[in-house]
């Protein structure tokens, strides 16, 4: 049977590997965006409403950060929590936990460098009439993230998009242990050095189906909102 | 609680505002009481929308003292301000009234019972649970009314609220600025609609090339101007 047959059945006949390969993918990576999301958007927000010396520095780092190459932070942290390492005591090295603090640090930096300049954006449109309401720092910060929630979804969705893809960190933190750490990307990659490509090609498709569906439900919220929020 | 402080009288001492090498106002001196409708008259770039701006304190002076019931914290306290055009918050009419009880201290448990009476003064009513973006102009400026009028201003200050608004609209938010006024807030408000300004004024404060020239009773302002700068405006000359 040709390989990508092979791939589709796999798929159709929800095979139990490949499911719990594909949970464990989504969970981390969700829950990556979620944690990146709550550190990443004050950040963000904070920057875009002050000014500080060295500010512009700070943001340029942020923009770079955003091509922070996964298996240095897979490296990075794998020395962190290493057993000899400052956090080794944790002993949460090789697994899902690990994997899930190495994409968030992949992915603090784009949240925050895209919630930057579209609160920034916004401030430039309410900064008048956010004054003649004498609304506080806090409120500011608040009011605005609120109001871009829907130009946020994008954030989210770079986040996501770039924590789902990546291999090379979770590779390195995970361990790409069978039926524990093992995602969709590593098991690809595992997979298709093996030379078991139906199983490579299955979660390939799955990956790309997964993307795509969100892309498509993060456009549809934003057409959406426009139309109900103007 | 609000703090028992008074916005008013709203004093510029010698108040000058620099862009550059540009004088955008030049030394202007003027009192700000409790009274009949202070409209600020004059042709696009005399300096209305900039001195409305440094009597709400968005902007600071680059010469002279602005001060606020005797402070000088340019803290907006008990008054309030209505632009050429107002951002809506990406939320419901209802929602943006809410918020703007909220900003001016309201406790929660009154903030829909006053929001609902304030909708009402400002005849949005129906409208309450629409998206303020998607409302007409007029209807957001009347919304924009209504958020300021949460504040329970003492002074409300409008730059040409009216000015992209047709004559329907425009007569809305004429009816809800004189009802303010005869609640007893003291309305400053710039125009460049003479009109309206025959329509709302108590007194008439002219403005030209960032200058004052001129402060009357809107009557003697209208029937005798005294100086050469407004004699031509109000013939409809253009005045540079």
């Given at each position: ?25 989504l969970?981390v ?74 994409q ?82 590593t ?10 490509l139906?199983l ?24 959406w ?6 | ?11 510029l ?5 620099q ?52 402070r000088?914290?340019?803290?907006p ?8 055009r ?18 001016a ?30 409302l ?43 009802s ?61």
């Open positions: 049977m040709p390989d990508h047959l092979s791939a589709l059945q796999l798929i159709l006949n929800a095979d139990p590997t490949l499911l719990a390969i594909v949970q464990l993918s969970s990576s969700l829950a990556a965006v979620a944690l990146a999301a709550a550190i990443g958007m004050p950040i963000g927000a904070l920057l875009a409403l002050t000014h500080f010396p060295g500010r512009a520095i700070l943001v340029v780092l942020l923009n770079a950060m955003m091509g922070l190459p996964p298996v240095v932070v897979g490296l990075a942290l794998y020395l962190l929590l290493s057993r000899s390492g400052p956090l080794g005591e944790l002993g949460i090295l090789f697994t899902p936990t690990a994997m899930v603090l190495a968030t640090v992949l992915i603090v930096p784009i949240i925050a460098a895209l919630t930057r300049q579209t609160v920034e954006d916004l401030w430039i449109e309410y900064r008048d009439e956010l004054g003649a309401m004498d609304v506080g720092a806090l409120g500011r910060m608040t009011t605005l993230l609120w109001d871009a929630r829907f130009s946020l979804l994008t954030a989210l969705l770079a986040g996501f998009g770039r924590a789902a893809a990546e291999v090379g960190a979770v590779m390195i933190v995970g361990g790409n242990i069978d039926g524990f750490t093992r995602t969709m990307t098991a690809v990659a595992l997979e298709t050095s093996k030379g078991n139906p490579a090609m299955g979660l390939g498709a799955i990956l790309i189906v997964i993307v795509l569906a969100i892309n498509a439900a993060a456009w549809g919220t934003r057409v909102s426009q139309r109900v929020t103007g | 609680m609000r703090a028992p402080v008074s916005d008013l009288p709203l004093v001492d010698d108040v000058s505002l862009a550059g090498a540009t004088a955008i106002l030049d030394r202007i001196s003027l009192t700000i009481a409790p009274g009949a409708p202070t409209l600020f008259i004059g042709p696009n770039g005399s300096g209305k929308t900039s001195l409305l701006r440094l009597c709400m304190g968005l902007a600071k002076p680059t010469g002279g003292r602005i001060s606020w019931g005797g000088s914290d340019p803290t306290t008990r008054r309030a301000f209505v632009f050429q107002p951002v809506m918050l990406r939320r419901t009419a209802a929602a943006n009234v809410t918020y703007a009880l909220a900003q201290g309201e406790p929660r448990a009154r903030r829909g019972e006053r929001a609902v009476a304030l909708l009402e003064r400002v005849g949005l009513a129906d409208l309450a649970d629409r998206p303020a973006r998607l007409s102009g007029g209807e957001q400026q009347r919304l924009a009314l209504a958020r300021a009028l949460a504040r329970d201003p003492q002074i409300l200050l409008l730059d040409e609220p009216t000015a992209s608004l047709d004559p329907a609209a425009t007569r809305a938010v004429e009816e809800i600025v004189l303010a006024a005869q609640s007893g807030i003291k309305i400053a408000m710039a125009s460049h609609d003479l009109g309206q300004v025959r329509r709302l004024a108590g007194e008439v404060v002219f403005l030209a090339r960032g200058a004052l020239c001129e402060r009357a009773a809107a009557s003697d302002f209208f029937d005798h101007p005294s100086t050469p700068e407004a004699r031509a405006f109000l013939r409809g000359d253009l005045v540079i």
